[in-house]
């Protein structure tokens, strides 16, 4: 292959760049607007695994409804008395 060719080949390669660098700008966007649903999300999915998981006692003599229930009411009004008193 010639010096001019691969040149071209290689200034090819980089005609993409201003491409996806829109692209990027305009996904960075979208995910300032997601973020607090996926952290949301994870963070009832942390919920989720320690009232299944780390607690196991509570969850005994079919009480899983009123345990879960109760972890989330607490978990509540703990986030609003930390917020209302800080």
Do not use: N, Y
């Not at 919920?47 to 607490?74: D, M, N, Q, W, Y």
């Amino acid at each position: 292959m010639s010096r001019g060719r691969a040149m071209l080949i290689g200034a090819a390669s980089g005609l993409v760049e201003p491409l996806f660098a829109l692209l990027c700008a305009w996904l960075v966007q979208v995910s300032v607007l997601l973020l607090p649903w996926g952290l949301a999300l994870a963070a009832g999915a942390m919920l989720f695994a320690v009232t299944h998981e780390i607690i196991p006692e509570c969850h005994r003599k079919g009480h899983e409804t009123a345990a879960s229930l109760g972890l989330a009411a607490g978990f509540c009004l703990m986030m609003v008395l930390d917020t209302a008193l800080a």
